[in-house]
């Protein structure tokens, strides 16, 4: 009975814990509250739209090679 008693309240002060098994971090009971520790990935290149413009505008400056003229 001892035995029982301490084993459940062993069980109830492990309960709400945030606690690492195999890799996994498990959740407190505050886990819906905390705040957000993932940032999801961005760009590498910041300034992906103004090189993908740029690059635009250097395709548009190419002329045309001239037919050769014939005498």
Do not use: W
Not at 42 to 62: S, T, V, W
């Amino acid at each position: 009975m001892l035995a029982g008693g301490l084993l459940l309240l062993a069980c109830g002060m492990s309960t709400g814990c945030q606690i690492d098994v195999a890799g996994q971090t498990l959740p407190s009971p505050y886990h819906l509250t905390d705040d957000v520790q993932y940032y999801a990935p961005g760009p590498e290149f910041k300034l992906a739209n103004e090189a993908a413009a740029l690059a635009e505008q250097r395709a548009q400056e190419i002329s045309e090679p001239q037919a050769a003229q014939r005498p």
